[in-house]
């Protein structure tokens, strides 16, 4: 789950692509971006996954969508949704 919000983190138009989900696919969630969450700290942990787990159905759409970019950012939607 931390390198989902890494890998979402790293690079606007992969950010995007999870934004456009949420709103088309999780319409009662207000965040649109995943938390890191620290390993130490089992609230923000708790509040991470609480938050990955709402916005479950917009992750998968948008893994799906990278999944078939062209480059490098495909293979690693690739890679991280199996």
């Not at 390198?3 to 989900?21: E, H």
Request: one cysteine or more; proline letters at 2%; aromatic letters at 8%.
């Amino acid at each position: 789950m931390y390198d989902l919000a890494v890998f979402y983190s790293d690079s606007n138009k992969i950010l995007l692509n999870l934004q456009q989900n949420t709103e088309q696919k999780c319409l009662e969630s207000s965040r649109t971006r995943l938390k890191k969450h620290c390993t130490t700290r089992w609230v923000e942990k708790q509040d991470a996954v609480l938050l990955f787990h709402e916005l479950y159905p917009a992750v998968v759409a948008s893994l799906d969508d990278i999944a078939v970019w062209p480059g490098d950012s495909g293979s690693k939607g690739g890679g991280v949704s199996e």
